[in-house]
């Protein structure tokens, strides 16, 4: 993950940033982060994954999204606008949708990592999901074929609720009855 621009860039001039750009942006505290290319197994990761979830969700309420979906984050109780784009979305509140993005707290979001943007999802986007509530968090990790799953507890703060390496199935806490084979997900 790098910075697109260096100087504090408002919310406005991202927008036009983002208009005259083909490079997926994501704007958080002023500052515009570019996302890379995914590879090819990411690519397949997240393929696999998003078929699972729409399969699952299929019927309910709730709707997975994949990347690339703006979403602009929005708690009553935070300023300021970041705008993320998770490589999967789970969204259950259809209110926050508009035509360009979806404005709210996602109910679930995976990000899958890259060699450039661990530390961007595993600390900067880690702490933003929890501090604006964002129920379930997935980490998954090609690279060592993990999957770690975050969700937030009584004090609005993540604990761990599932991790797999390699082998057997990580489970949802949000989306009751939700698993995925690592097997599968990382073949």
């Known amino acids: 993950m ?3 621009q260096k100087d504090h860039v408002s919310v406005d001039e991202y927008f036009k940033i983002r208009e005259s750009s083909e490079d997926l ?3 958080i505290d002023g500052t515009v982060y570019m996302s890379p290319s995914p590879s090819t197994r ?3 990761i997240s393929s696999r994954l998003h078929i699972k979830l729409g399969n699952f969700l299929e019927g ?8 690339p979906l703006d979403i602009e984050l929005k708690n009553e109780e935070i300023e300021g606008t970041k ?12 209110s ?3 035509d360009q993005r979806y404005v709210g707290v996602p109910d679930l979001i995976v990000e899958i990592l890259s060699p450039s943007n661990q530390s961007h999802d595993l600390i900067t986007k880690l702490n933003l999901y929890m501090n604006y509530g964002v129920k379930e968090y997935w980490i998954i990790n090609p690279m060592l074929n993990t999957v770690t799953v975050y969700s937030l507890n009584n004090d609005k703060m993540y604990e ?3 991790m797999q390496t390699n082998v057997g199935c990580v489970s949802s806490k949000v989306l009751e009855g939700f ?3 690592l097997e599968y997900l990382f073949c």
């Open 2 to 4: 790098s910075h697109y």
């Open 25 to 27: 942006l994501e704007y």
């Open 42 to 44: 990411h690519q397949r």
């Open 60 to 67: 309910k309420h709730c709707e997975v999204f994949h990347a």
């Open 83 to 94: 705008i993320v784009i998770p490589d999967i979305s789970v969204l259950c509140d259809k």
């Open 96 to 98: 926050g949708f508009t």
């Open 160 to 162: 761990q609720h599932d």
């Open 179 to 181: 698993q995925i084979d």
